[in-house]
């Protein structure tokens, strides 16, 4: 009887082995997969990374045999491993989403930091262009004048201003104005004028300046000495004086330049071109080569006007008195 229990216990224990082993190897196949694609996972989060960053593939968890206790089973071994496995594997890939989402934000941010930047850096240069240069910047309405000191007479030990140029020159009749310009001539005279402003005065000392602008200095010389004649108390006489005596000295004609920047410090000192006038009376007796009459008209500018001798004026007072060896 014993014989029989042992050969069916041996035969029921072989017939369980098949069972078993296919048990087994469902568990293997699956523990592999797992490992493979925890490989995977390690891949991508740590690329070219080595142990000191990546965890060491699972390994078999120990077991302790304790005398007495039946040790656990091959299959419970395996499903312990193969929870260890899926725990870690959504662990690492929900630290990969992160990490993306993190990626993203941080793309994003670099983004707006480079606008930002390039909007900073477009604002800095529109602020440091230079303004856009204005042709009638002459022109452009300024402060009255301070009181000038100036009497309009000529310096003392100096003859009068009507005497420093030769009567042959002075007589000198002006330029004849054609009486029809060419087609293309009008067009550019009347371009020149510009939108009225509703003062007579003023846009006909634009229109002149203009043409003397354009070095149609005939043109210039006539319209300016109308604006003289017809408004001799309006703010442009001084501009319209001194510019006149610029379109002769530009023309050749240094001695009516004279006359016309003598005249304007004389019958307007207190105008605002008179300074200029000074300054080019000087050049125009240098170009009449009187030199010691142009240092005595520098030493007028400087006494009438001491507080006109200014910025681009002084340098340039200073550098007609070097020209003249003024003492």
Known sequence: MTRIRIALAALLATAALPAFAAERGTIDQRVDRIEKQLKAVQRKVFPGGDAAFQAPEITRPETQVTIGVPASSPLNDLTARVDALEQSVAQLTGQVEQEGHRLD????QAAQDRQDFTNRLKA???????????????????????????????????????????????????????????????????????????????????????????????????????????????????????????????????????????????????????????????????????????CRVYDELASAYPDKLTGSLKTRVTAARADAKCK
């Open 124 to 294: 800095l240069e529109a602020a440091a262009a230079p303004p856009p240069a204005d042709d009638a910047a002459l022109a452009a309405p300024v402060p009255a004048p301070a009181e000038a000191t100036g009497t309009g007479l000529p310096p003392k030990g100096m003859k009068p201003f009507s005497t420093l140029v030769p009567a042959k020159q002075a007589a000198q009749p002006a330029r004849p104005v054609p009486a029809k310009a060419a087609p293309a001539d009008d067009a550019a005279t009347d371009d020149a004028t510009g939108p009225a402003s509703g003062d007579p005065a003023e846009d006909a000392y634009m229109a002149g300046y203009h043409l003397w602008a354009q070095k149609k200095y005939p043109q210039a010389e006539t319209a300016l000495a109308a604006v003289v004649k017809k408004y001799p108390k309006h703010r442009r006489a001084s501009y319209a004086q001194n510019l006149l005596g610029r379109a002769y000295l530009d023309d050749g004609q240094p001695a009516r330049a004279a006359e016309a920047f003598a005249a304007n410090y004389t019958t307007n000192p207190h105008g605002e071109r008179a300074p200029d006038s000074l300054y080019y009376l000087g050049q125009a007796l240098m170009q009449l080569k009187k030199p010691v009459d142009a």
């Open 105 to 108: 934000l941080l793309s994003q």
